[in-house]
């Protein structure tokens, strides 16, 4: 996942603050773990590519459940746009019994949650 989001500093232009709470390496299956990072790649992407956002912020908390909150201080979305990357992203959630929502932030810019059950490990 840092990997991930460091790879993702070059097209940003600004590293993204990431924060992890939980057992993200021991508790998340592997199956569950490349749709993250699929999805966390995508909405880096889709930053980098649309938003001209100045800050983002990747968050992932591991709990009952897992989430991914993907936050910038962009232009957000505008209505009528491309959604197949967004589209992509909530497909994954709902295969693995989850949800996706895109949303404006109060401040500013789109946060994006991403919301899976976790399975045994």
Same mark, same amino acid.
């Given at each position: 996942l840092h990997g991930l989001v460091d790879a $993702? $500093?070059?097209q940003l +232009?600004? $590293? /993204?603050? =990431? *924060?992890?709470? +939980?057992?993200?390496?021991t508790v998340v299956d592997m199956d569950t773990a490349e749709h993250l990072l699929a =999805? &966390? %790649?995508e909405a880096l992407s889709n930053v980098a590519r649309h938003a001209q956002a100045a800050e983002t912020i990747v *968050? =992932?908390? =591991? +709990?009952?459940?897992l989430i991914l909150r993907v936050e910038d201080d962009g232009i957000g979305i505008p209505e009528g746009g491309r959604r197949s990357g967004l589209r992509n992203m909530g497909e994954?959630?709902? @295969?693995? +019994? @989850?949800?996706?929502? &895109?949303? /404006?932030r109060p401040s500013g810019g789109? %946060?994006?949650?991403?919301? &899976? /059950?976790? %399975?045994?490990v």
């Amino acid at each position: 996942l840092h990997g991930l989001v460091d790879a $993702a $500093a070059e097209q940003l +232009g600004f $590293a /993204p603050s =990431v *924060r992890l709470d +939980g057992l993200l390496d021991t508790v998340v299956d592997m199956d569950t773990a490349e749709h993250l990072l699929a =999805v &966390v %790649r995508e909405a880096l992407s889709n930053v980098a590519r649309h938003a001209q956002a100045a800050e983002t912020i990747v *968050r =992932v908390e =591991v +709990g009952d459940e897992l989430i991914l909150r993907v936050e910038d201080d962009g232009i957000g979305i505008p209505e009528g746009g491309r959604r197949s990357g967004l589209r992509n992203m909530g497909e994954r959630a709902e @295969g693995l +019994g @989850g949800t996706c929502t &895109v949303e /404006p932030r109060p401040s500013g810019g789109t %946060r994006l949650i991403w919301q &899976v /059950p976790l %399975r045994e490990v």
